[in-house]
């Protein structure tokens, strides 16, 4: 047969006996966004297939004729009044999907074919693997050379597909809904680098030639930053699930209590004991406690005070740490009941994006003995750390679901409960958070 001599279609027995022998069929998603001119003829392709029961357009917030085009040609239609993201509108047509075997098609392909959306499909169908990607005869695009390969070869060099960024893939629904995605241009990449994680085989089908429009320059540059970003995400170098985190000082980012060195070094020792008897029987309130240590404080020289409080040890790795989260782009809180001065003689102040704590005031370079404590009021408690964080958890845009409370003691249970994900040093203040921790650096793993 000659290259120009078109394909002949299978006759109707052929038909027949192909459907029975292949009970199961698959649902093609196809995201949308402004294809008006492609999308009815992509819904078309995948209805010819033998293998398809249904077609599902994800037609996400188009100020075009997309959704009328996809609808008269055959395909359900799922509308977004706005602009979601291709990681949204994939898992829109995914739960909408009657089928377990999913086929996912971008809606601007050219020349498309219903082979395509077969030979995706049939390693699912025939259990060889439960994700399949394409690859197709042509070099890769500017993303996929200068950005994702270079990545990829770095951080990923176990994952070798010759399209990484292909739109064209195949997954069991059971598979994707166990998977991270993201509402953005990375989210192919993230499928598939999540698939991988978990163990998944991942094979790859040449589907022959694929031809997408020309994007416009600022669009492939935007994309470009979304796929770094999604790499490196996955990767761990860079936040995604959460995005703030809230220390306590004493015994979490420092050893034991901090005042406790400060009253050896200016001669209280005995008194702060005699005040914490006091409160522990009831007798004054953590408030008045914390103002009689200012007190005894007062008269100290600030450069004397500084001086003994850099000698407050550290906790192992704590500097590192939190450098290194701040580096993953998240935004790290401290909120403490200690001192300002001792915890900015411990730590530079810049290390923090914010500092919630009493502060000792200071007048010609000596303490006052009078301290200012956050607003945030608590019935027993110096101040309600809860509030304090969910404070900072509105300034920073972040949801519970997104805010990790690290602390050692009873004392942070207000601020465990107000985190979506609270861990402890101590094991007494297990029943107030969520996972115990022996080190800091820990909590690089369990945040990325």
Known sequence: MSANTPEKEPDGIFLFFRNLLTP??????????????????????CLRSYLVS???????????????????NGAHVIA????????????????AAKNDALVFIDADLEDFSKDTVEKLVLPLINRECRICKSTFNRLGGRITDFTAKPLLKHIFSELELGQPLSGQFAIRKKLLFSLDVDADWGVD???????????????????????????????????????????????????????????DFDGTLVEGRSIDLIARRFGFMKQLAALRSRFLRGEISEKKLSESIAQALGGVNIADFE????????????????????????????????????????????????ILCPELEVAENTITGVISIPRYRSSRRLFHKGKALRALMRRFSARPGQTIAVGNSSGDKEMFKAAGLSLAFSTRSLRFADERIKSLPEILIIAS
């Open 24 to 45: 199961e069929k698959a649902t093609v998603v196809i995201p949308c966004y402004n294809e008006e001119k492609t999308v009815g003829q992509v819904v078309l392709e």
């Open 54 to 72: 249904e077609v599902i357009v994800v037609d996400d917030g188009s100020t075009d004729g997309s959704a009328e085009a996809a609808r008269q």
């Open 80 to 95: 977004h009044g706005r602009n979601k993201g291709k990681g949204a509108a994939i898992m829109a047509g995914a739960r």
């Open 189 to 247: 990449i993230a499928i598939m680098l999540s698939a991988l994680k978990a163990g998944e085989k991942i094979v790859e089908v040449n589907i022959g030639e694929l031809k997408h429009k020309h994007r416009e320059h600022a669009s492939v540059i935007k994309t470009a930053e979304e796929v770094s970003r999604t790499i490196l995400q996955q990767a761990g170098f860079l936040a995604r699930k959460h995005k703030l985190i809230a220390f």
């Open 307 to 354: 001086e003994a409080a850099g000698k407050v040890k550290k906790r192992k790795f704590a500097g590192e740490t939190v450098n290194y989260l701040k580096r993953m782009g998240y935004k790290v809180v401290l909120v403490s009941y200690a001192f300002d001065k001792i915890i900015n003689s411990v730590f530079k102040p810049q290390l923090f994006d914010a």
